[in-house]
């Protein structure tokens, strides 16, 4: 049998009337692989999940979940892949009033009758995914208690054990740690390296934080320009190469010798 990557993107390519957002972009990620998205902001990266969870669809190019095509997808076809990929986001998205046991169970939603999920009733089979879900991510003792009431690494952390619940494939997370401090950021993400081993769950996070990439991914991919400009395994990477990734390129509409006079006249007033 043939052994696909959890996610493929081969040659995509989107655009928004004039303007290009990606271009010619091929990524896999593996089962079990962590691989950091890192790249400055208007570089594409929200495109690329965008077209990888078929929000948009490519102009050109493929996006695959193993060896299905999703963007050749529609109806309960497309729902179907969609309930494979977990998201997480940076604001956490949970019910407040809900206690974290119930915000985990939404990640069930996708595999039960519409009857049932709108009644919201869950057998024991799902309680107890959802139960070892939370003591995964180390917050069994906080199942009953109101989302509103955890702190933001919990909440966090909480998202984490819904598409854990869901029982993903892939999860994506757009800039997860981005309003959590230093130390808590650390914390979850060593949940989602840990999530990743364990469950062979394939993981694509988008991070502006290089030391924490450095740190958790197995991979780096770095995207300038809505193109790829570096695909490496962390410990192949230079610190240089690295500060490249947020070097704005200077746009020059003058010959350089007149920006640098200019540039000498104004020092020199």
Known sequence: MASY??????NVTKSYGVARAVQGVSLTVEPGEFVVLLGPSGAGKSTIFKCISQLVRPDVGEVKLHSTTLNNLKGHALRVQRQKIGLIFQQFNLVSRLSALQNVLLGRLGQMPTWKANL???????????????DRVGLLDKAYQRADTLSGGQQQRVAI???????????????PVASLDPSTSRQVLSRLKEVAAESRMAILCSLHQTDLALEFA???IA?????????????????AEIDEIYVKELIVDEPVGNVLRLMSAKVGT
């Open 5 to 10: 990557p959890t996610l493929s993107l081969i």
């Open 120 to 134: 919201g009733l869950f057998d024991r089979n799902d309680r107890q995914l959802a139960l070892k879900a939370l």
């Open 161 to 175: 054990a819904r598409v854990m619940t869901q029982q993903s494939e892939l999860i994506i997370a757009d800039e």
């Open 218 to 220: 197995d991979r780096i």
């Open 223 to 239: 995207i300038k320009g809505g193109r790829i400009s570096l695909n490496r395994r962390v410990g192949e990477i230079s610190a």
